[in-house]
């Protein structure tokens, strides 16, 4: 079935990195964009960027410029979202989101925590 | 950015009642990109409705969408058990991509 499995639970440090894979299955990767979102504890949703795996094109929010990078290995299916220079508010679950050809968000991930603490 | 302000924090209902999320946007969202999604404690969130008012697969017929321009409504005609949660409206005609903050539907 068409599913995203998202990569296991990271701890890291402030000032460290850390690169969550989202792999894929059951459609055709390159029909379809991808989107990364996140939710810090008890918070709202926070869309960060999104990449077409056909073209690479890809849009990043603007508050995580120079931080974050959306890529994708198109041979795996699988699609990957790196954050640098973490901080403690980047503590939050990262979630993957496939996006239809209309441009709404129809499937997620399973959620990946990230950590950051000394 | 259009940001989304959802009303009202928190519903407080019984089941069979009727639920009704408002979610007001800072300016138009063209083409009605505006989707709602539900999530329940420690999963991911599930779409309901794209489109203004179209329900994704599999949704059930009580939970309907409405509005254009600012003005958006989710509807849960009739509230079963398992509808408790919280629920983010979205708007995604527009880059950012953004969402409410979420209205939470507790059992009274």
């Known amino acids: 079935q068409v599913q995203l499995v998202q990569s296991g639970a990271e701890v890291k440090k402030p000032g460290a990195s850390v690169k969550v894979s989202c792999k894929t299955s059951?459609?055709?990767?390159?029909?379809?964009?991808v989107s990364w979102v996140r939710q810090a504890p008890g918070q709202g949703l926070e869309w960060m960027g999104w990449?077409?795996?056909?073209?690479?094109?890809?849009n990043y929010l603007q508050n995580f410029q120079g931080r974050v990078s959306v890529t994708t290995d198109t041979s795996t299916s699988t699609a990957y979202m790196e954050l640098r220079s973490l901080r403690y508010d980047d503590t939050a679950v990262y979630y993957c989101?496939?996006?239809?050809?209309?441009?709404?968000?129809?499937?997620w991930g399973q959620g990946t925590l990230v950590t950051v603490s000394s | 950015e259009i940001v989304l302000t959802q009303s009202p924090g928190t519903l407080s209902l019984s089941p069979g009642e009727r639920a009704t999320l408002s979610c007001r946007a800072s300016q138009s969202v063209g083409g009605s990109y505006l989707a709602w999604f539900q999530q329940k404690p420690g999963q991911a969130p599930r779409l309901l409705i794209y489109g203004t008012s179209t329900r994704a697969t599999g949704i059930p017929d009580r939970f309907s969408g409405s509005g254009s321009g600012t003005d958006f409504t989710l509807t849960i005609s009739r509230l079963e058990p398992e509808d408790f949660a919280v629920y983010y409206c979205?708007?995604?005609?527009?880059?950012?991509?953004?969402f409410g903050q979420g209205i939470k539907v507790e059992v009274k």
């Open positions: 989101v496939r996006e239809d050809y209309g441009g709404y968000f129809d499937l």
């Open positions: 979205q708007q995604y005609g527009r880059s950012p991509r953004t």
């Open positions: 990449i077409s795996p056909s073209t690479g094109n890809r």
């Open positions: 059951g459609y055709t990767f390159t029909n379809y964009d």
